[in-house]
């Protein structure tokens, strides 16, 4: 919830109180704005930055959009649920509320979206939610209530509930990346026009040589979709020249370096080159559908564009007899290039901290984890080389 100022202004200076009378709503309000204004600067006239400008603001900000967003959805179904409950304000909140609700999102019957509602009304029986659901439905309650309780807005402390609550919550499983099929047939496939037909029209052929970049950066690079999509025009060329690394901001707004290699320079410069050189500023995938052209590509399309791809060359495969490798190929999503990456790299013999580094985890333990199955693989290695033999 922001404060305005007699002007009519957005004041960012002002920081609004919470008090026991507060409606939830209005309190989760308050709480998402200072989520989106955590980093950044106090300045006057946001509304009137230029690209650059703004550009630069983001990166200043603590939390990306999406996390936002996804803490705004479990505050709003928490919210939805203490209503029933005849919890309308923060004093209303009990002790024990946040551990009932944790335990009745661990129920088959209970589910709090729009979807799950139709599912009942049919008569259908609902679907568990998973542990990462639950946990990401649950997670953001804490800070919120950290924040609430910092007002003295709470009959009770929020620190209590936190050991009772990892108690409620169900394990997570070990996070292991899934084994990717073999990518380096697949990054080729809009490299070239598959009839005479796929070129005919200028729309057309950047339609091609744009799916072949994202395809070959993608590949190149292990980047995250999200990442890849993020780019600008600027980030990747300098005077008409693609360069061999570009600046991302990833998960916690890490900044971290994509490395472009030779396949993924050339497929970038015959895009460009197509595009006539679009100005530094300029999103580098550009959405060229007749309603939405001159827009960034968004994440839906970015795995339609692989999908598509995979699809087609796992039809390919299973006339070829392989229908095991057909099977992985239309599971492919644009993260497995990043595990293909990942585990390219480890089976070369790279140290798994440059890995890390290469893939831009948190720390090597994630990457430790993702991959435990490389590991495994590694000590069956090790195992039959070294182990003595029975004498015969």
Known sequence: MSTYNESGKRDVRAVPTLEACTPLEQAIAIWTARLESAGLDEIEGEDDLD????????????????TI??????????????????RSCLGDLQLDDLLAYARLLRRRSYNLSQRAQQVHEAGQELERLSPRTIHAYVRPLLGFL??????GALSFRAAAIHAEIKRALPRLPEPV???????????????????????RT????????????????????????????SLDVGDVCRDRRILQQAKVY?????????????????????????RSWPQAKTALFESLDRRTAGMRLNRVSGWRIVHAAAEALANQVVLEGKLDEA???????????????GYHLLNEGVALAEVSQILRHRNVEVTRS????????????????FSADPLE
Do not use: C, M
């Open 370 to 385: 993702y991959y435990a199955s490389y590991r495994d693989v590694q000590l069956q290695e090790v195992h039959d080389q």
């Open 177 to 199: 990346a899934p084994t990717p099929p073999d990518l380096r047939r697949l990054v080729t496939h809009y490299d070239k026009p598959k009839t005479e037909a796929d070129d």
């Open 327 to 341: 099977e992985l190929l239309r599971t492919t999503s644009p993260h497995s290039f990043r595990h293909f990456v």
């Open 51 to 66: 690209h650059e400008e703004q550009r630069r603001r983001e990166e200043q900000r603590h939390h990306a959009q999406r």
């Open 250 to 274: 990833g998960k916690g707004r890490r900044e971290g370096t994509l490395f472009i290699r030779r396949s993924a320079e050339r497929a970038l410069q015959r895009y460009l080159e197509a």
């Open 146 to 151: 950290a924040l609430v309780d910092s007002f």
């Open 69 to 86: 967003e996804s803490y705004q959805l479990a505050l709003t179904l928490f919210t939805r649920w203490a209503a029933r409950q005849g």
């Open 202 to 229: 200028e729309r057309l052929l950047l339609i091609r040589l744009r799916n072949a970049a994202l395809l070959h950066l993608l590949f190149s690079s292990g980047a995250r979709i999200s990442e890849a999509l």
